[in-house]
């Protein structure tokens, strides 16, 4: 959206530019920041970014979240290099700088911040958001409303239009009238330039040329740009060494304050017919220099060689020497594929792909070099054998299935404590890792053994008919294969199929109570030692799973939640079930023959067989 009108020295447009708003994450790496792409035209004299911040919570407001502050980066032609947690870069790195704004709120659910740029370059701007880091707890997706903040940034820019255009070595004549301050002149710079050159000539109509000249590459000059005052230099000339090429550069002459009349001058251009940048040195002592540059800005890089001999005074440029120099440029989606502490991941913001390094097992850094807060390889090793081999409690709850002729149930057991044990052995951030296939299959098998492992155990409890169990077994699996492909961390994955079966179960024990007119299980033995203890470790293990676990604590905290629900599970089955009283079928007499019963009554005719009494005569 765009519109345009007068200003007092020149004519200007206003566009405008949204974003759709989106959830910000806790900063632990760059792949958690949200980075937002703007497009800055050409001529622009001012931006101005309204940051909107507001935070919702459960579909509405969240007036009763806590105030967390929100950090912005900018950075012209391309993402920011941000480092909020003060870790190394990798060595021969060039940081790269840009702006920093940080939120804080104002009303209770919304707050909102401005940033201005003046004459900002012109093309590609990246706008960086994130919240701070967290204390890294694991909470379960579901148990209670979420707390989002949600970031929209919004764009207005002013431009100039019909900027004069200076064409090299042409002189252009100008009369600034005296209610105006300023002109604005703009020429283009092509490929293989070293030299522009900027002068102002016959300055008429003050005193000793009451001018300033001033210089910028790629947008109008800033209070601080390249100035000259040509009232105290004689030629007012501006030289502007390595230009960058294929860009526009902006001249601006200004009339010094209090100046009364009409000052007359002519303004002239000339090019000459290669770039600062960062520095590498390769001498005698150090033959191999190496430099890396994250996120470098898009468009055309150059390269400039010079050899240097050293003297008694200093270091000046060679004569009849000639040096060889192999020179390799190569683009990498991360520094070195962020180690082997880190996952180099391709991350995209609408139609934008950039890349980021995802550290693990405490380190942190650009590239996963920072080993100030690492795990320690015994520590790795500790955590990784504490979450596999506290998965040995299933063999107890195995045993007893298998005693009282619970063998499916046994089976569901020894398919958790299998998937369980290799999906942590496969889960783990460090080097102490060991997978027997894809991670997501691990995964997939885990959750569902553990979900499986809680309905068969209620089930199991509820003595149901074997039809009927089996049915339910079966209808278990394919709903929560079902449940877990769609969303393996919400919270109704495990507390839907568990209330159901729960359900299940106190259906079938309030229908023996009615029928026996006496509390189902009978005994109090039943109550003290099995299902109430039973009860109150697998409440426990809930607890601990849903309210304590963190990702510092993940490794015993976890390993206490395998031992409490394997433990669990050996009070909670059921023991085996007695054998009917009724009594089976006589036993037949060895030898081969058979039987022919005759009913005697019904032989006789004496009495209708629908009513008549049993009393056959069999004989072989």
């Known amino acids: 959206m765009e519109w345009a009108g007068p200003r007092r020295d020149g004519l200007f447009v206003t566009d405008y530019f949204t974003r759709t708003p989106r959830k910000l994450s806790p900063f632990r790496s760059f792949a958690s920041i949200e980075l937002f792409h703007f497009h800055i035209p050409e001529d622009t004299v001012i931006a101005v970014w309204n940051l909107i911040t507001f935070k919702e919570q459960g579909g509405t407001f969240g007036d009763q979240c806590p105030d967390r502050s929100i950090t912005v980066y900018f950075r012209s032609g391309a993402p920011s290099v941000i480092n909020p947690l003060h870790t190394h870069f990798p060595r021969d790195t060039a940081v790269p700088g840009s702006f920093a704004l940080t939120l804080t709120w104002t009303l209770p659910n919304r707050t909102t911040g401005v940033f201005n740029v003046t004459s900002p370059l012109p093309?590609?701007?990246?706008?960086?958001?994130?919240?701070?880091?967290?204390?890294?707890?694991?909470?379960?997706?579901?148990l209670y409303e979420e707390c989002q903040y949600l970031f929209q940034p919004q764009l207005i820019v002013q431009r100039l239009v019909n900027i004069a255009?200076?064409?090299?070595?042409?002189?252009?004549?100008?009369?600034?009238?005296?209610h105006n301050r300023s002109c604005l002149y703009k020429v283009f710079v092509p490929s293989y330039t070293s030299q522009v050159l900027v002068e102002v000539l016959r300055c008429r109509g003050a005193e000793g040329c009451p001018l300033w000249l001033r210089v910028r590459a790629k947008a109008p000059p800033l209070h601080n740009s390249t100035t000259l005052d040509c009232q105290e230099h004689t030629p007012c000339q501006l030289a502007q060494d390595l230009p960058f090429w294929q860009h526009w550069y902006y001249v601006l002459v200004e009339k010094h304050p209090g100046v009364p009349g009409t000052?007359?001058?002519?303004?002239?251009?000339?090019?000459?017919?290669?770039?600062?940048?960062?520095?590498?040195?390769?001498?005698?002592?150090a033959s191999l220099s190496r430099l890396r540059i994250p996120y470098p800005q898009t468009g055309s890089w150059y390269l400039s060689l010079r050899s240097l001999c050293a003297t008694?005074?200093?270091?000046?440029?060679?004569?009849?020497?000639?040096a060889e120099v192999y020179l390799r440029a190569y683009l990498s989606p991360c520094i070195n594929d962020c180690g082997i502490y880190g996952q180099c991941k391709l991350l995209r913001?609408?139609?934008?792909?950039?890349?980021?390094?995802?550290?693990?097992?405490?380190?942190?850094?650009?590239?996963?070099?920072?080993?100030?807060?690492?795990f320690s390889y015994g520590f790795q090793l500790l955590s990784t054998l504490l979450l596999c081999l506290s998965n040995v409690m299933f063999v107890p709850p195995v045993a007893i299935a298998v005693r009282s002729h619970y063998l499916l149930e046994a089976a569901v057991y020894i398919f958790t404590m299998f998937f369980s044990t290799f999906y942590h052995a496969c889960d783990q951030p460090g080097i102490v890792v060991f997978c027997i296939m894809e991670y997501d299959v691990l995964q997939f098998c885990d959750f569902l053994g553990s979900l499986m492992s809680v309905w068969v155990t209620v089930i199991a409890m509820a003595r149901l008919q074997p039809i009927v169990k089996q049915v339910l077994y079966l209808l278990g699996a394919m709903l929560l294969s079902m449940a877990l492909q769609?969303?393996?961390?919400?919270?109704?994955?495990?507390?839907?199929?568990s209330l159901f079966a729960l359900g299940i179960m106190a259906v079938a024990w309030t229908a023996r109570t009615i029928r026996r007119r006496h509390c189902y299980p009978p005994?109090?033995?039943?109550?003290?030692?099995?299902?109430?203890?039973?009860?109150?470790?697998?409440?426990?293990?809930?607890?601990?799973?849903?309210?304590?676990?963190?990702?510092?604590?993940?490794?015993?905290?976890?390993?206490?939640?395998?031992?409490?629900?394997?433990?669990?599970?050996?009070f909670l089955l059921p023991p085996r079930a007695k054998p009917s009283r009724r009594l089976g079928p006589l036993p037949r007499r060895k030898g081969c023959g058979y039987q022919l019963c005759i009913n005697e009554q019904e032989e006789l005719g004496l009495v209708d067989p629908a009513v008549a009494s049993i009393n056959s005569i069999c004989t072989s």
């Not at 090019?271 to 040195?281: I, K, N, Q």
Request: net charge negative; with cysteine.
């Open 263 to 285: 000052v007359s001058f002519q303004v002239t251009v000339q090019l000459t017919e290669s770039l600062a940048g960062f520095l590498l040195s390769v001498n005698a002592t």
């Open 486 to 497: 769609m969303d393996r961390h919400g919270l109704w994955n495990l507390l839907g199929p």
């Open 312 to 322: 008694e005074h200093g270091f000046e440029p060679c004569t009849n020497v000639t």
């Open 165 to 178: 255009v200076l064409y090299p070595g042409h002189v252009t004549e100008q009369s600034m009238a005296p």
């Open 349 to 374: 913001t609408n139609n934008y792909l950039y890349a980021a390094c995802e550290c693990k097992a405490g380190w942190n850094g650009w590239g996963c070099t920072d080993n100030a807060e690492a």
């Open 523 to 570: 005994t109090w033995k039943r109550w003290a030692f099995y299902l109430c203890p039973g009860a109150l470790i697998a409440a426990a293990a809930v607890l601990l799973y849903a309210f304590v676990e963190t990702e510092e604590n993940y490794f015993y905290i976890h390993s206490i939640w395998h031992l409490l629900i394997a433990g669990s599970v050996g």
């Open 123 to 142: 093309g590609d701007w990246f706008l960086a958001a994130h919240l701070p880091k967290d204390e890294g707890k694991i909470s379960v997706k579901g």
